[in-house]
């Protein structure tokens, strides 16, 4: 029974990855960074509970926020950058 549960929360987990990524595909500036971040934590979740324990808070729920912001703010940054042009 909890493998199945585990197999439903992680489908809705990517499905929801999937809705944020086709949501960003159009967009510019603060929306497409907070999409970003969407997507970053949606894929961190299911990394999260495929390798590690969810219920517990532990140092690669830090990493796993810490590289979501940064890749979120090198998107913008780079976004911006095509903007200038």
Do not use: H, P
Request: hydrophobic share 55%; proline share 0%; with cysteine.
């Amino acid at each position: 029974m909890y493998k199945w549960w585990d197999l439903k929360s992680n489908i809705y987990a990517v499905i929801m990855a999937l809705m944020f990524y086709a949501s960003s595909i159009g967009e510019k500036g603060k929306l497409k960074f907070i999409l970003n971040i969407g997507i970053g934590f949606t894929i961190s979740n299911v990394i999260d509970k495929v390798y590690f324990n969810v219920l517990v808070f532990n140092e690669n729920d830090i990493i796993m926020i810490i590289l979501t912001v940064c890749f979120a703010v090198l998107g913008f940054l780079k976004d911006r950058k095509n903007w200038i042009k």
